[in-house]
């Protein structure tokens, strides 16, 4: 087993290595690592990068707050906040479909528990005046949430006044 790689390395020595890399970054991503872990980036260092885009996101350095939230999705994707950061700042920069698909994986990865990110999906629906779509997200919102969790009851009774509204105004 070839443990290093140099310039003198056969080709067979490189690919021999490169898959052991590669089998072994799997084994740990199924253990439960992120990209984050594998690359070698801490919490402390995701926490930096988190303030540093939460700030240029309320400086309304909507561009630049996307990469670092893409960064953050890409670095550890399990964190429903780093696709709410994303989905916002797509948001703000009107590309609605692409925000509305990074609040459907925020929503995704919260074990579909969270209604937060669905309901800023729906929201982006609309504005792409997609109804359909929108109502779907909505009707969704109330199979979601977790027992007695204020935020969740909050969102959920966002999700049905709003629901209301658009059926309304059919």
Not at 13 to 40: N, Y
Not at 86 to 112: F, P, R, W
């Given at each position: 087993?070839?443990?290093?790689?140099?310039?003198?390395?056969?080709?067979?020595?490189?690919?021999?290595?490169?898959?052991?890399?590669?089998?072994?970054?799997?084994q740990?991503?199924?253990?439960?690592?992120?990209?984050?872990?594998?690359?070698?980036?801490?919490?402390?260092?995701?926490?930096?990068?988190?303030?540093?885009?939460?700030?240029?996101?309320?400086?309304?350095?909507?561009?630049?707050a996307?990469?670092?939230?893409?960064?953050?999705?890409?670095?550890?994707?399990?964190?429903?906040?780093?696709?709410l950061g994303?989905?916002?700042?797509?948001?703000?920069?009107?590309?609605?479909?692409?925000?509305?698909?990074?609040?459907?994986?925020?929503?995704?990865?919260?074990?579909?528990m969270?209604?937060?990110?669905?309901?800023?999906?729906?929201?982006?629906?609309?504005?792409?005046?997609?109804?359909?779509?929108?109502?779907?997200?909505l009707?969704?919102?109330?199979?979601?949430?977790?027992?007695?969790?204020v935020?969740?009851?909050?969102?959920?009774?966002?999700?049905?006044?709003?629901?209301?509204?658009?059926r309304k105004?059919k």
């Amino acid at each position: 087993m070839v443990t290093e790689i140099s310039n003198d390395s056969t080709e067979e020595e490189k690919v021999e290595w490169l898959t052991h890399l590669v089998q072994e970054s799997k084994q740990h991503l199924q253990d439960g690592a992120s990209f984050g872990d594998l690359v070698g980036v801490n919490k402390e260092q995701m926490e930096v990068l988190y303030a540093l885009g939460y700030s240029l996101y309320n400086s309304m350095k909507f561009d630049d707050a996307c990469s670092v939230f893409r960064l953050l999705c890409l670095y550890d994707g399990a964190q429903v906040r780093f696709w709410l950061g994303l989905g916002g700042c797509l948001e703000n920069l009107k590309k609605y479909q692409e925000a509305a698909d990074a609040y459907t994986m925020g929503s995704m990865m919260s074990g579909l528990m969270d209604p937060e990110p669905m309901y800023y999906a729906a929201s982006c629906f609309l504005k792409m005046k997609n109804k359909e779509a929108a109502e779907s997200a909505l009707e969704f919102i109330d199979i979601m949430g977790r027992d007695g969790n204020v935020h969740d009851i909050d969102f959920k009774n966002r999700a049905k006044v709003l629901l209301d509204t658009i059926r309304k105004n059919k």
